[in-house]
């Protein structure tokens, strides 16, 4: 695709549900990561594949998180029993190789868990 | 481990003010070193990056030199457009270059 896609780019979800938030990245690019931001802050990591391997996952802030990219395309990051701190802006970037070579961010997801 | 600190915005100047916008940084190694800007309702952008020290970066008339002996890459322009008004964010990766730590972000608002 022209850019990074997200979806959805708006979730409001109920205390204790599951949620699974999708990102497809640019076409062709072989490291996908996952971040986090909270309101008024940077984001932070939490995970990255390079093609369908999770490389790095020690961002992920517990076990009710998880994420996949089975075919090294599309990832799907996925919050278990979801709680009221688990609200933020969750963030995709995909990269020909690398942070080191240019990231290109999504418009994120804002997940909001009333 | 590693770590970015910028100033808090929000930063408000008027049109064709100078800008600076400061930012330090802790890290182990030799990182790179990013600007980002992030335009109301987008995503990050990347602006401007170095990859070793006394590098510049520039894009769009923004600067930002990768002093190691200062642990800094404070971000500059010389004349400030509206156009300009975004949130910007320092950042480095670390040695591996797959991972980037953020600052917290500044918001720059420029008035006409």
């Known amino acids: 695709g022209a850019g990074v896609s997200q979806s959805p780019r708006y979730k409001v979800t109920k205390r204790g549900q599951d949620v699974a938030l999708r990102c497809d990245p640019i076409s062709g690019h072989v490291s996908l990561y996952w971040y986090r931001q909270a309101l008024g802050q940077g984001p932070e990591f939490l995970t990255y594949?390079?093609?369908?391997?999770?490389?790095?996952k020690s961002g992920l802030p517990n076990d009710r998180f998880s994420a996949e990219r089975p075919e090294g395309s599309i990832s799907t990051l996925t919050i278990q029993r979801t709680e009221q701190r688990d609200s933020a802006m969750y963030r995709c970037?995909?990269?020909?190789?690398?942070?080191?070579?240019?990231?290109?961010f999504g418009q994120g997801t804002r997940l909001t868990v009333v | 481990g590693n770590s970015v600190t910028q100033m808090e915005g929000p930063v408000t100047l008027s049109e064709e003010a100078f800008l600076t916008i400061n930012c330090t940084y802790t890290a182990t190694g030799y990182p790179s070193l990013f600007w980002y800007v992030q335009y109301p309702g987008e995503g990050l952008q990347l602006l401007l990056k170095a990859t070793k020290a006394d590098d510049k970066g520039s894009n769009k008339g923004f600067e930002a030199t990768y002093r190691k002996e200062t642990t800094s890459f404070h971000l500059e322009k010389g004349s400030v457009q509206v156009s300009d008004s975004a949130v910007y964010f320092c950042a480095l990766s670390d040695h591996t270059g797959n991972m980037l730590t953020f600052g917290g972000g500044t918001r720059l608002m420029v008035k006409p």
């Open positions: 594949f390079n093609y369908e391997a999770q490389q790095d």
């Open positions: 970037a995909s990269s020909a190789q690398g942070m080191n070579t240019e990231a290109f």
